[in-house]
Structure formats: C-alpha cells, structure tokens
C-alpha cells in the first residue's frame, strides 16, 4: 500500500488486481500462478470456445460443457428451454463456468512432476435469465459471431419459435480467477543428473481446410466470413 502511494496516481489505478474477489474465489493451491486481472480473464474467455459449467441438482454435481460468449462484464450461455442446465441455472441454482486452454504437455524426469501448461478462468455466481428483447438477440449473435466474425450476417436469422425454444443466461464476472501455468519442468535438483529427457510439448488447437456440406448446391460461393477470418488467423500466426 504505502509502495502504491508513492506510485503517480494514474499508475497505481492501472495496475492490474492482485487480490481475489472473493475468498471463495482466491487460488490458494499454487497461488503464484493466479491472476484476478480482467484482461487476462477476457482473454482466456475469448479465446476458449468450450466452456464447462458446473451445478449440482439434489445433491448431485453436474459439469456439462457448452458454447459461451462473453460480451464486457458478462458471459452469456444458452440452451434449449427445455435443457436441465438452462432450467436449474434460470432457477438461480450457484453455477461455477469454467474454460480452459491447453498449452502444452510438461514432461518431468519423473512420474511424479509431469504437468501441463494451461490457462484456465473459474467463474463463480448466479446465473440471470436474460428476458429484454435486445439483450437476447445480441447474445445469440454473438455466439455465431465468436465462431466466426462476419458469419451472422451471411445465414439465415433464427425463426420467432428457434428463439422461443432457445434461453439465454448472463453469469458475471464478479467473481472470477484466472490461473495460469507456464515453462518448463520443475524437478527435485537430484532428478537433473538423471538419463532422461524432460521438456515441454506445445499443443494447440489447429484450424483444418473449410468441408463443403455434401447437400451444398453446386454454384455456391465460399463463405467471405470463413474465408476472410482464417486469413486474419494465419496473419495473427505469422
Ligand atoms: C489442464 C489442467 C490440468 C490440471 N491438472 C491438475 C492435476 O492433475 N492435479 C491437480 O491437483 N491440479 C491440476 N490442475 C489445477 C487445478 O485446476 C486446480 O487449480 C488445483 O487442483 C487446485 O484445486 P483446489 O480446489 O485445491 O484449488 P483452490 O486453490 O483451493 O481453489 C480455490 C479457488 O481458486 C479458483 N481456482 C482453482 N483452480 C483454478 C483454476 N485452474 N483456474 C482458475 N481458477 C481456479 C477457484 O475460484 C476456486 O474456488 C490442472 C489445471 C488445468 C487447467
């Protein structure tokens, strides 16, 4: 604190959050790789397209994995009305969402210190259903749109009874941490005299070629939205 005031004001305030938001939502296993900064939140939210999300019903935990959206403070799932998942957590049910990136396979030189390099983001809090009009219908857009950026616009928008049978849920990010895990192995300082190769695998998520649906009508042109968002990706890349 007192090394804070001696910081010029607009510094201090941009200095990303080095305390949990909640006790229940502090990492105290490996505290070192926590982050409570919403940047590093976004990103590992944004760039996870599978979110698991967890609530227990009669005393029984359910972890079902799901497509979800962030969009500023919220993140957005959705389901059919009649989906167990949609229903419990529209009732208020506690809801924990989770999203994890796999970044590579830690190999140690021994058993016991093999790991992964990840990144992850646990959500905790109540899920609200998302009723007004404007907010639904930008959820779901944005679920398209996060797949691929361009694609809303170039399909066919969903019927009055595609949204009917489809609810949407905002959990907050009041409540989130990020953990993240990176480098090498750390094995025990004899184990490095050891015969036996230790390092890391890099593992990633690879976009294939596009497949043509075998039903597409000859003469369809490509898709601009797929066509132009894996150009962006490979410049990213490159
Ligand atoms: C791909 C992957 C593989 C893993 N493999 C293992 C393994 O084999 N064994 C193992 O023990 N652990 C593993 N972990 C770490 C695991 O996710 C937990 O962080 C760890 O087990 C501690 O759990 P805990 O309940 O004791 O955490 P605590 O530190 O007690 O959790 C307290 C709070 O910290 C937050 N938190 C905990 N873990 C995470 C997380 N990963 N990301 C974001 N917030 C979190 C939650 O809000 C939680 O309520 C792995 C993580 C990932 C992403």
């Given at each position: 604190m007192l090394f804070l005031l001696h910081r010029p004001l607009q510094e201090a305030r941009s200095m990303p959050p080095t305390?949990?938001?909640?006790p229940r939502a502090r990492v105290r296993r490996a505290p070192s790789r926590a982050d409570y900064d919403r940047a590093t939140i976004d990103a590992i939210l944004d760039e996870g397209l599978v979110a698991h999300l967890g609530f227990a019903v009669d005393g029984q935990p359910y972890v079902i994995p799901t497509l979800h959206a962030r969009s500023g403070d919220v993140v957005y799932v959705h389901g059919s009305a009649a989906s167990r998942m949609v229903r419990t957590l529209a009732a208020g049910t506690p809801a924990c969402l989770t999203v994890t990136l796999l970044d590579g396979l830690v190999l140690a030189r021994s058993a016991f210190h093999h790991s992964m390099n990840y990144r992850s983001v646990v959500v905790l809090g109540q899920a609200r259903l998302v009723e007004g009009d404007a907010e639904r219908r930008g959820a779901l857009r944005l679920f398209t749109e996060r797949l691929v950026p361009g694609r809303w616009d170039e399909v066919r928008p969903p019927t009055r009874q595609e949204l009917k049978g489809t609810q949407v849920l905002a959990l907050a990010l009041d409540e989130a941490s990020a953990k993240v895990r990176r480098g090498g192995p750390v094995d025990e300082d004899e184990d490095h005299a050891l015969d036996v190769w230790a390092g890391v695998v890099p593992l990633a998520l690879e976009r294939g070629t596009p497949e043509p649906d075998e039903r597409l009508r000859p003469g369809i042109a490509a898709s601009a939205a797929v066509d132009g968002w894996a150009a962006t990706a490979d410049r990213r890349a490159a």
């Amino acid at each position: 604190m007192l090394f804070l005031l001696h910081r010029p004001l607009q510094e201090a305030r941009s200095m990303p959050p080095t305390s949990a938001p909640s006790p229940r939502a502090r990492v105290r296993r490996a505290p070192s790789r926590a982050d409570y900064d919403r940047a590093t939140i976004d990103a590992i939210l944004d760039e996870g397209l599978v979110a698991h999300l967890g609530f227990a019903v009669d005393g029984q935990p359910y972890v079902i994995p799901t497509l979800h959206a962030r969009s500023g403070d919220v993140v957005y799932v959705h389901g059919s009305a009649a989906s167990r998942m949609v229903r419990t957590l529209a009732a208020g049910t506690p809801a924990c969402l989770t999203v994890t990136l796999l970044d590579g396979l830690v190999l140690a030189r021994s058993a016991f210190h093999h790991s992964m390099n990840y990144r992850s983001v646990v959500v905790l809090g109540q899920a609200r259903l998302v009723e007004g009009d404007a907010e639904r219908r930008g959820a779901l857009r944005l679920f398209t749109e996060r797949l691929v950026p361009g694609r809303w616009d170039e399909v066919r928008p969903p019927t009055r009874q595609e949204l009917k049978g489809t609810q949407v849920l905002a959990l907050a990010l009041d409540e989130a941490s990020a953990k993240v895990r990176r480098g090498g192995p750390v094995d025990e300082d004899e184990d490095h005299a050891l015969d036996v190769w230790a390092g890391v695998v890099p593992l990633a998520l690879e976009r294939g070629t596009p497949e043509p649906d075998e039903r597409l009508r000859p003469g369809i042109a490509a898709s601009a939205a797929v066509d132009g968002w894996a150009a962006t990706a490979d410049r990213r890349a490159a």
